[in-house]
C-alpha cells in the first residue's frame, strides 16, 4: 500500500510523551518523535526472537508459579494443622515437624499425598475423604 513500516524503540519516544499515559498521548509523541531528523529506528524482531523471549516468558511463569506452590504448600501445611487438633494427620505432621524443620516436614507430607495426588490425576476422579479416613 505504499507505506515503509519503521519501529522506534520505546525509550526514544518517552522524552515526548505529554502527561499522564494514555493512548492519545502516547500517539502525539510517537508522531512527534517519528519528525526528529536524528530519530534511530530499530529492527523488527525475527520470528526467532519472538520464539526465544516467548519462552522465557513461560520459563519465567513456571518459575513464579513453583515458588507461589512452595509458599501455598508451606501456609496450607501449618495454617490447617494446628497443635490443639487431635486427628490422625495432624498428629503424624506435628511430630515430624517437632523432629525435623519446616522444609523437611512439607517434603514428608508430599511424599505422603504424591501416590493420592497421583490416583486421582490418573483416574480424574476427585478426592473422597470417606474413602482414605475408613482404615
Not at 19 to 40: F, H, S, V
Amino acid at each position: 500500500m505504499g507505506h515503509t513500516v519503521k519501529v522506534i524503540s520505546p525509550q526514544f519516544v518517552k522524552p515526548f510523551v505529554k502527561g499522564q499515559k494514555n493512548d492519545g498521548n502516547d500517539a502525539e509523541a510517537i508522531a512527534i518523535a517519528l519528525q526528529q531528523p536524528t530519530m534511530r529506528f530499530v529492527p523488527p524482531r525475527s520470528i526467532e526472537q519472538h520464539v526465544i523471549q516467548a519462552l522465557h516468558r513461560a520459563r519465567q511463569r513456571l518459575d513464579n508459579h513453583r515458588s507461589a506452590n512452595a509458599a501455598r504448600a508451606w501456609g496450607t501445611l501449618f495454617s490447617r494443622v494446628s497443635k490443639k487438633k487431635t486427628d490422625r494427620f495432624s498428629t503424624w505432621v506435628n511430630s515430624v515437624h517437632e523432629r525435623r524443620d519446616h522444609t523437611q516436614a512439607i517434603v514428608a507430607v508430599a511424599n505422603k499425598n504424591a501416590p493420592i495426588i497421583w490416583v486421582l490425576l490418573r483416574y480424574e476422579t476427585a478426592y473422597n475423604r470417606q474413602s482414605t479416613t475408613s482404615h
